[in-house]
T-cell receptor
Framework: EAGVVQSPRYKIIEKKQPVAFWCNPI?????LYWYRQNLGQGPELLIR????????DSQLPKDRFSAERLKGVDSTLKIQPAELGDSAVYLC????????????FGQGTRLTVV | DAKTTQPPSMDCAEGRAANLPCNHS???????VYWYRQIHSQGPQYIIH???NNETNEMASLIITEDRKSSTLILPHATLRDTAVYYC??????????????FGAGTRLFVKA
């Protein structure tokens, strides 16, 4: 069974440009997470979806970040415009519903803003 | 907000047991303790989780104290490939429904030959 798939694996863009990340969760997983991980730190939750509904986006910088999960499957995370401080690894994870379940992570997209 | 406290780094000799501690003194009765690890340039990988009882799987053992305020992850025979950052996480149930996995800074484990 395929795990969580993210693309691209790496992205380098100039500041003020837009960028988008894509995530395909594990089949059947209702919960999808986007995390941002800065160098030397643990992942920070940006947004959490239950099916197609964003149930927790309190940590998402809404002035420049947006996300969607059409049909409750794939998801995209967008930054427009990107700033130098957005350089980080963006991780997607998915899990089935319930407390006694684990989240599975993708490899992440390493974004460098120059 | 992470609800867990871990030492920033630890060393372990190859072949010996690695014991990674975690404090979660504010854990609620129905919140599970999860452990993940992250090897360089990869996404976090699930290791083990538990509620009250000690747990063991092919990767590790999890020992949770009776008061549930702390736990220890045990890698019984550490190898060089176990060098990674280990995260102890309490899975939080927010008012919005579903469950939240919140990471702290983790423990960087160095396994030395």
């Amino acid at each position: 069974e395929a795990g969580v798939v993210q693309s691209p694996r790496y992205k380098i863009i100039e500041k003020k440009q837009p960028v988008a990340f894509w995530c395909n969760p594990i089949s059947g997983h209702n919960t999808l997470y986007w995390y941002r991980q800065n160098l030397g730190q643990g992942p920070e939750l940006l947004i959490r979806y239950e099916n197609e509904e964003a149930v927790d986006d309190s940590q998402l910088p809404k002035d420049r970040f947006s996300a969607e999960r059409l049909k409750g499957v794939d998801s995209t995370l967008k930054i427009q415009p990107a700033e130098l401080g957005d350089s980080a690894v963006y991780l997607c994870a998915s899990s089935s519903t319930g407390m006694n379940t684990e989240a599975f992570f993708g490899q992440g997209t390493r974004l460098t803003v120059v | 907000d992470a609800k867990t406290t871990q030492p920033p780094s630890m060393d372990c000799a190859e072949g010996r047991a690695a014991n990674l501690p975690c404090n979660h003194s504010t854990i609620s009765g129905n919140e599970y303790v999860y452990w993940y690890r992250q090897i360089h340039s990869q996404g976090p990988q699930y290791i083990i989780h538990g509620l009250k009882n000690n747990e063991t799987n092919e990767m590790a053992s999890l020992i949770i104290t009776e008061d549930r305020k702390s736990s220890t992850l045990i890698l019984p025979h550490a190898t060089l490939r176990d060098t990674a950052v280990y995260y102890c996480i309490v899975r939080v149930e927010p008012h919005t429904g579903g469950f939240k996995t919140i990471f702290g800074a983790g423990t960087r484990l160095f396994v030395k030959a």
